[in-house]
């Protein structure tokens, strides 16, 4: 296997996720600020351009963060983090998704055309005019987690699993660039430092 | 095993990925349009207030559609609609994420946005203003999509998987409302049509 890494949020869910699982693979940095991942070698591994990208065994180049955390766990099923069992992995799916779809990705996208668009705008497409609703939407999302969290450790409950490690890469991120995490959450900050502490949060 | 189910895309998704599996399990129809799924008895099933929904044998109550059809395909492995292997697997998953972060979340919250207003307006946060551009954003990565199904009859190429159940659910909806699939995109329509063709997609 090798993993094509670099800065951002979603290279480091992998990071992450290797360093929970005690895993070393062999790495390769891509030069996103470069442009490197938008040239033609890196776009032949992933037409979409990002990272980061996992080669494996078979050959076959994978991106998308949590498809690349499902074959690791697969191929390396201890600690699970995402699930022993199939009852639990589809706990850890569930909420990996809510994050993904109602947090994660339209908090990105905001930072792409706001904050980052000087940055994006010769990258990929960019809608400007979207940023301020899709940060509320964001804010609205993290207010509804907060709740749901009342009693519980982690994102799924008792089990620290994937959705803490691509929540917290992306509340990281993006809390220093533009879309700070609201004090009023409380439970979302107790569980973000929660996350902090572990040392796979330095990854 | 029980699925709560309703009408929308979503829904679709799951009802298809039964039929292909040739599976039938007990079903509980939620009255969407009335505003069921926003009321204590489903938010108990899941807090989201979304649809579908399925009850597992254990009495965990799993929403998000990729999430219930990676638990109906551990239970139930063949016909395998994500994968035999982990390879297959990660390929597909990766497909999956691109299409849900890409081309259906954004397709979805644009039309919570606007034609599906005065509908959501009252039952989740809506913010009209990010519709355009997220539609626009579509747009551009069906166009991407269009270019990446050169020489394919699936959307991961041979094998007719989960990702193409959820994108021909999410198209052959937002289709008919407010986003038509632009002619031009000639490999997105013949791949539309050849699922169309299939009996699942009548479920």
Not at 162 to 177: C, P, T, V, W
């Amino acid at each position: 296997m090798k993993l094509y890494d670099s800065g951002g949020p979603n290279p480091k869910v992998v990071r992450m996720f290797l360093a929970e699982k005690n895993l070393t693979i062999p790495t390769v940095k891509v030069d996103m600020a470069g442009g490197e991942n938008r040239k033609p070698a890196h776009l032949a591994r992933n037409p979409s351009g990002t990272l980061p990208v996992l080669e494996t065994n078979a050959g076959n180049f994978i991106s998308e963060v949590t498809a690349i955390c499902e074959y690791l766990e697969e191929l390396h099923p201890t600690p699970a983090l995402i699930g022993a069992t199939p009852e639990e992995r589809a706990v850890t799916r569930m909420w990996v998704r809510k994050l993904d779809l109602g947090i994660c990705e339209p908090m990105a996208n905001a930072f792409r055309f706001s904050e980052g668009l000087s940055f994006f705008r010769d990258r990929l497409h960019t809608e400007p005019e979207a940023a301020p609703g899709l940060k509320r939407l964001v804010q609205v999302n993290l207010k509804w987690l907060d709740a749901q969290l009342e009693g519980k450790t982690w994102i799924v409950g008792s089990r620290f699993t994937l959705a803490d490690i691509l929540l917290y890469a992306f509340i990281n991120f993006f809390s220093k660039n533009g879309q700070p995490l609201d004090p009023a959450l409380e439970r979302v900050g107790a569980w973000f430092q929660a996350v902090k502490a572990r040392p796979s949060s330095a990854s």
